[in-house]
């Protein structure tokens, strides 16, 4: 079982930054790939970064590619997503989900654990 709860949330102006956390307890973190993803009202969920347990490699969507940056640090069993330039179109909650085992994949039923959210919201 592996527990995530997300920080960082908050009310900024249109070209402001922010930095989520996403703290991990539980099995072993480095066996999980880790990922972001957002909901806005009345959307579907979507796949915003991840960031790959072998290698570190990232991903990110096109709607955030260039703005958005995720890192892991594996000795605090946490995953950031440092979000700048932000846009009120990125207003949305956004969660941290784990992967066993596997690659980032945008899919997320893919993902074995979720936390439960943190509010973003962007003023225009």
């Known amino acids: 079982q592996v527990q995530l709860i997300e920080s960082g949330g908050g009310l900024v102006q249109a070209g402001g930054s922010l930095r989520l956390s996403c703290a991990a307890s539980?099995?072993?973190?480095?066996?999980?790939?880790m990922a972001w993803f957002r909901q806005a009202p009345g959307k579907e969920r979507e796949f915003v970064s991840g960031?790959?347990?072998?290698?570190?490699?990232?991903y990110y969507a096109d709607s955030v590619k260039g703005r958005f940056t995720i890192s892991r640090d594996n000795a605090k069993k946490t995953v950031y997503l440092q979000m700048s330039s932000l846009k009120p179109e990125d207003t949305a909650v956004y969660c941290c989900?784990?992967?066993?085992?596997?690659?980032?994949?945008?899919?997320?039923?893919?993902?074995?654990?979720w936390g439960q959210g943190t509010q973003v919201t962007v003023s225009s």
């Open positions: 539980g099995r072993t973190f480095t066996d999980y790939s």
């Open positions: 989900a784990a992967r066993y085992m596997g690659a980032v994949v945008t899919g997320r039923y893919s993902y074995n654990y």
């Open positions: 960031i790959a347990w072998t290698g570190g490699t990232t």
